[in-house]
């Protein structure tokens, strides 16, 4: 069974920085790509980033220069560096692994509060 699960999220001040884990189970995140996706209250679902299964890394243009993706093979687990973190920023944020062109394994998410 492919899951994957997300964590690290917290509150942080604006400017601040978190990590996020994805932390896969049922494959290998060398060969399945990953998303990262966020919900702010009362939006809908954001595509943020994806990182290929051989470590390419595409951007959303939100979040260029501020988010950065990478990848422990030994720990098949993915992360969402996030740094200079503004308000807008707040958010319950997702990962999912990437199955023949759908995103089809999704986590239960892990807030993101960025507040002053």
């Known amino acids: 069974q492919v899951q994957v699960v997300e964590s690290g999220g917290g509150l942080v001040q604006p400017g601040g920085s978190l990590r996020l884990s994805c932390a896969a189970s049922g494959f290998t995140v060398d060969y399945l790509a990953t998303g990262w996706f966020r919900q702010a209250p009362g939006k809908e679902r954001e595509g943020i980033l994806c990182?290929?299964?051989?470590?390419?890394?595409f951007y959303g243009d939100s979040v260029k220069g501020r988010f950065t993706a990478s990848r422990d093979n030994a720990k098949n687990t993915v992360y969402l560096q996030m740094t200079n973190l503004k308000p807008e920023d707040t958010a319950v944020y997702y990962c999912?692994?990437?199955?023949?062109?759908?995103?089809?394994?999704w986590g239960q998410g892990t807030q993101v509060t960025v507040s002053s």
């Open positions: 990182i290929s299964s051989d470590g390419t890394t």
């Open positions: 999912s692994a990437l199955r023949r062109a759908v995103f089809r394994y």
